[in-house]
C-alpha cells in the first residue's frame, strides 16, 4: 500500500466516526508517524498509545524510542491493543476528545499539531518536533485525501463492508441484502405518519424510518418479529435521497422488566456517546434526547429517559437491551451518513419514526409526487421468488398497481400463501 492509500485509508476512517476534515486530516498523519505507513503496526495499536492503570482492554507489548534528556533512547514499553484499524481510531478519538480537547477543536492543521504538546496530562509524545512532523504530513496528504472522500458518494462510502455482507456467516441473524423499497414508498409512509413528530419538526430535512418486522416471513419464526436477529430496516431520508440499511429494534432477549420501544412512535436522537461501559469505553453514536415510552417485559408500557440509544450491534448478536441497532460492518457508514446530513443541513437532533409491519392491514395509497414506476426486485433470501416490489417479508404484486407501492400495498402475496 502507497503511503497516500494507506492516510486516505485512515482519513476515510476518522471521516466516518464524525471526524471533520482538520481532525482526520492529522488523525491519519499521527497513525502514519506512529505506525510507520502501517508497515510497522502491532496489536494494531495505530496511534501508539501507552497502556495505563487505567486501560482495561487488550495490550502488547513493543520496542519504541523516546526521547529522553534530549537523547534518543529505545525502550520497551506496554500499549493499547485493538481488534482493527477502525476499533483504534474510535479509541484515538475518544483519547483527543478527553485528553487533547485544544487540539480537536482547532480550526487549521497547525493549531491541531501545535496543541499536540498541552495535552490534559502533557504532550503527545516526547519528541520535540513532533508538531512539526504532523504539520508538514497532514498538510503534504490532506488535499488529495479529502478530494478522494468526496469523489466517492456519500451511499457507497462503506462499500468495502457492504461487500461483506454477501459473504456474511451469520445470515441467520442478518440478512444476506439490504432492504429493497422505492424512495417514493419510504417517504409516503413518513408523510402518512407525520402526526408521531412534533409539528415544528415535521419538515425536517434529515429524517430516518424504522420498519419492524420488514423480514417478517424472510426471517425466524414466520409471521413473528423475533428477537436478536436484523430483522428490521432502517431508512435514512434527506433531500439528497434514501438510503437502505439493516436494523435491529428490539431487546436480545427476554427477561422481566426488560424494555422494547413501543411502536408506532417517533423518538428524537442527537448525537453522543455510548457504551461507558465497554472495555474501551464509549464511542460515537446517537442518544436518546426525549421521553418516549417502551414495552416491559411482564410488566406493560413505561414512558421516559431510558437511553435506548442508536447504536452499533454485534456480530454474532444484535447487542441490545431495548435500544435500536445497526449491524457492525453498516454502522460507520450509518453514523457518517447521518452526522454528515445533519450538520450539512444545520440540524442537531433527528427523529426516527418507529412503525410495525402489520402485514394485512388497510393500504398505504402512494399519492405524487411520491409515486414511482414499479421496479421489479426479487429479495435474495427469500425461498419463493417472484416479481414485484419487495415489502419486508411481503412481495407487491407490480402489475395495473399505478396508485400502490411498495410497503403496506393492496395484493400482499405473503411467502406463507395468505393474500389479502
Known sequence: MSAQSFFNQVYFDARSVGCNHVQASCCAAQSAIESGWGKSVKGNSYFGVKASRSWKGKTINFTTHEVIKGKRVKIVDKFRAYDNLQDSVRDYVKMMTHKFNKAWKSKT?????AHLLDGRYGAYATDPDYPTKVANTASKRAAAAAKAYKSVPVAGRAKRAEKQ???NPNSRILPLYRPKQEDGVTRAVLEKFDKLVPMERRNDAVKVLVVRGY????????????RAIYDDAIFVVSPEGVQPFNGNSDPSAFRKRIATIKANQAIRYRPG????SRKGGPYPA??????CTVVRDGIGDDHGMFH???????VNGTSS???????????????????SLLKKYNQTTFYATLLEYPGGQPPIIVPKPFQAAPAPYAEKSSSKATTGLLVGGAVVVSAALEKFSGWLSSALEFVGGMIT
Open 109 to 113: 492543521i497547525h493549531q491541531f499539531a
Open 165 to 167: 455482507t454477501q459473504k
Open 215 to 226: 423480514y417478517l416471513n424472510t426471517m425466524g419464526r414466520k409471521g413473528l418479529n423475533d
Open 273 to 276: 456517546p455510548h457504551g461507558y
Open 286 to 291: 446517537f442518544r436518546q434526547n426525549a421521553n
Open 308 to 314: 435506548v440509544n442508536f447504536h452499533r450491534g454485534g
Open 321 to 339: 437491551a431495548g435500544c435500536l441497532t445497526v449491524p457492525p460492518h453498516q454502522w460507520d457508514e450509518f453514523y457518517g451518513l447521518v452526522s
